[in-house]
């Protein structure tokens, strides 16, 4: 079975950065496709961004210019750097893997708090 571990999230103030990880294991990595998801408070859990074995990642617009997700296929991990955070990027970020029969895997989350 897939599992997922994220970690690195906390607490920043505007303008701050942070670095998520996602350990993946249970499975061959470069057959899966990698996302970023966030969940905010009473809202749908929505697209952060994504990643293919190769090839450049898919980002939603709110992120562009912003947060850039990266893939080492030596650590089966991928990562997701957020910088000039603000406080609309408050959410639970989850680590998602999909393969081709779209059965997906979901890691716990790790909380992003943008705040003064």
């Known amino acids: 079975q897939v599992q997922l571990v994220e970690s690195g999230g906390g607490l920043v103030q505007p303008g701050g950065s942070l670095r998520l990880t996602c350990l993946f294991s249970?499975?061959?990595?470069?057959?899966?496709?990698m996302g970023w998801y966030r969940q905010a408070p009473g809202e749908q859990r929505e697209l952060v961004g994504d990643?293919?074995?190769?090839?450049?990642?898919n980002y939603a617009d709110s992120t562009k210019g912003r947060f850039t997700i990266s893939r080492d296929n030596e650590k089966n991990m991928v990562s997701l750097q957020m910088d000039n955070l603000q406080p609309e990027d408050t959410a639970l970020y989850y680590c998602n893997s999909r393969d081709w029969l779209l059965n997906t895997a979901w890691g716990q989350g790790t909380q992003v708090t943008v705040s003064s």
């Open positions: 990643i293919a074995f190769a090839g450049a990642p």
């Open positions: 249970g499975g061959v990595f470069g057959r899966y496709t």
